[in-house]
């Protein structure tokens, strides 16, 4: 089991990746997931609750400030980046609301593995990306209304509580299992990568699925989007860290913490409330930031040496 699970999670950028390609060429292999989209976020978010204790959330109080720069940084650095490549390349409001979506998701639990790779600060990349989550059902909404609204009307009430159901409840409730029955997570906890990987590969094939038409004519376009988008991202968070002073393992993981964000999260919300077409930047960028954020996790490492 562990070497399969390893398998998944080694390979998972590239199995997005033929899970997208078998979306666009067999669509109905993967239709039927797009009801349960939601629910799968909810095991992923699950999953990243259990790895979590107390003691991180107190980590958090210890190191106030350098968590607000990287909070900071997250909800305006991403969110102004989307919004301004929408307008640049000149997107229709379906691709446009998808974009922005991304930009103003919190961070992906993704980034703590990478930080951890890039020989980064791990404990600040989980305070971050725990921080980040805990605010989302308020900030998400907020920044997504603010940015987008005069283009498609985004219902704020429903997205705080979906959010909350989607991503807060599962995130807490694991966390509450890891911390009261602890033995019972020890033996859940090995099997719960290769599950999250799986409702991962899964969402991405749904979402390229169900917009299997129109992906063919603007796909190029919403990649450039998307690697653009991430670049930045990291790029800018990493300048912002360093304008602040942080040292080098800090300042990485802050870029890759505002560099890589919840896909997940946002394709779950662009089919709860918007139209397929606006999931499609979101699964892109699933695939993307993991190649991404390999590329610079090794960078980092190389230059340690």
């Known amino acids: 089991?562990?070497?399969?699970?390893?398998?998944?999670?080694?390979?998972?950028?590239?199995?997005?990746?033929?899970?997208?390609?078998?979306?666009?060429?067999?669509?109905p292999l993967f239709t039927w997931v797009g009801a349960y989209i939601p629910?799968?976020?909810?095991?992923?978010?699950?999953?990243?609750?259990m790895t979590l204790t107390p003691?991180?959330?107190?980590?958090?109080?210890?190191?106030?400030?350098?968590?607000?720069?990287?909070?900071?940084?997250?909800?305006t650095i991403m969110p102004l980046i989307a919004f301004v490549l929408t307008k640049i390349f000149g997107l229709p409001p379906e691709l446009a609301i998808g974009v922005i979506l991304v930009g103003t998701c919190p961070g992906g639990t993704a980034s703590n593995v990478m930080a951890y790779l890039a020989r980064g600060d791990v404990a600040l990349s989980v305070?971050?990306?725990?921080?980040?989550?805990?605010?989302?059902p308020v900030v998400t909404p907020l920044l997504t209304y603010?940015?987008?609204?005069?283009?498609i009307?985004?219902?704020?009430?429903?997205?705080?509580?979906?959010?909350?159901?989607?991503?807060?409840?599962?995130?807490?409730?694991?966390?509450?299992?890891?911390?009261?029955?602890?033995e019972v997570t020890k033996k859940i906890q090995p099997i719960m990568p290769l599950i999250s990987s799986l409702a991962v590969i899964l969402i991405a094939g749904a979402v390229v699925a169900l917009s299997a038409d129109k992906i063919l004519t603007v796909g190029l376009t919403v990649a450039a989007v998307v690697i653009l988008h991430n670049v930045c991202g990291l790029s800018l968070g990493f300048f912002a860290a360093k304008i602040f002073?942080?040292?080098?393992?800090?300042?990485?993981?802050?870029?890759?913490?505002?560099?890589?964000?919840?896909?997940?999260?946002?394709?779950?919300?662009?089919?709860?409330?918007?139209?397929?077409?606006?999931?499609?930047?979101?699964?892109?960028?699933?695939?993307?930031?993991?190649?991404?954020?390999s590329l610079i996790a090794n960078y980092?490492?190389?230059?340690d040496a």
């Open 300 to 303: 980092f490492v190389r230059h």
């Open 153 to 182: 009307e985004v219902s704020l009430t429903a997205m705080m509580m979906s959010i909350a159901k989607i991503v807060l409840a599962p995130v807490l409730l694991g966390v509450a299992l890891n911390h009261f029955l602890s």
């Open 1 to 27: 089991m562990k070497k399969f699970s390893k398998f998944f999670i080694d390979n998972l950028a590239i199995l997005v990746l033929f899970a997208g390609i078998l979306g666009v060429t067999f669509p």
């Open 39 to 49: 629910f799968m976020l909810g095991v992923v978010m699950f999953g990243m609750g």
């Open 127 to 136: 305070s971050m990306t725990l921080t980040t989550t805990l605010m989302a």
């Open 245 to 293: 002073r942080m040292d080098s393992r800090k300042a990485r993981t802050v870029a890759i913490e505002v560099g890589m964000q919840n896909s997940g999260l946002a394709v779950s919300l662009a089919m709860i409330y918007f139209a397929p077409l606006a999931a499609i930047p979101g699964a892109i960028f699933s695939v993307w930031h993991n190649f991404s954020g």
């Open 146 to 151: 603010w940015l987008a609204g005069a283009q």
């Open 55 to 75: 003691n991180d959330f107190r980590e958090v109080l210890r190191r106030p400030v350098e968590v607000l720069i990287g909070v900071v940084a997250q909800f």
